[in-house]
């Protein structure tokens, strides 16, 4: 009998899902009676409602988000391109004021003391005195808004406001790309 109370009571503790749990056991027959299963209603999960809300919700962080991404791309390639050009022209510049104190071997005629090409600053020059060279560039820097390491170039016998770039020297160096800045004014003119 005792055997039987406890396989009974063992049995309602495994049987915990349901609702009623005061089944019971008599005594004096030793027979287990379960209840009806009785289950709660399922409250879990969302209404097609709420999903349609939270959807929107999101949808609608997202269309404002994206114009602030988008502003700090474009702000970090502006960046990217104002350190790229101070570093070519820095280049140019140095060569040009070694080559003015002829410490640069012989320099080509009408080069106005110069590079002929970007690729001459990265492949180095060598100095007067020795065969030792001297580097200006460790590589040509890409261009963040054509993603080419294509510039546009200026000599000293252009006209300043011509795209076109008459091969004798490069003075000056600018973007290829059409863009704008966010005040109106082209990249190319930077």
Wanted: aromatic share 8%; with cysteine; glycine share 6%.
């Amino acid at each position: 009998m005792i055997r039987k109370l406890l396989a009974c009571r063992a049995e309602l503790l495994v049987t915990t899902q349901l609702r009623d749990t005061s089944s019971i056991c008599r005594s004096d027959t030793g027979d287990c009676r379960y209840p009806q299963r009785q289950l709660a209603p399922d409250k879990s999960g969302f209404s097609l409602i709420e999903l349609i809300v939270a959807c929107a919700i999101i949808w609608t962080l997202t269309v404002l988000a994206l114009p602030l991404v988008r502003a700090q791309l474009r702000h970090a390639q502006e960046r990217d391109l104002l350190a790229d050009l101070r570093e070519i022209r820095h280049a140019i510049d140095r060569y040009k004021d070694m080559a003015d104190a002829n410490l640069l071997g012989p320099q080509k005629v009408g080069a106005d003391n110069y590079p002929e090409t970007l690729q001459e600053l990265v492949d180095g020059v060598p100095l007067a005195k020795g065969t030792v060279k001297m580097r200006f560039l460790r590589r040509i820097p890409r261009d963040p808004f054509t993603n080419t390491t294509d510039w546009g170039l200026h000599s000293t016998q252009d006209d300043p406001n011509s795209g076109f770039w008459g091969g004798q020297n490069i003075f000056n160096v600018y973007t290829k790309s059409g863009l704008q800045d966010s005040q109106g004014k082209p990249y190319s003119d930077w």
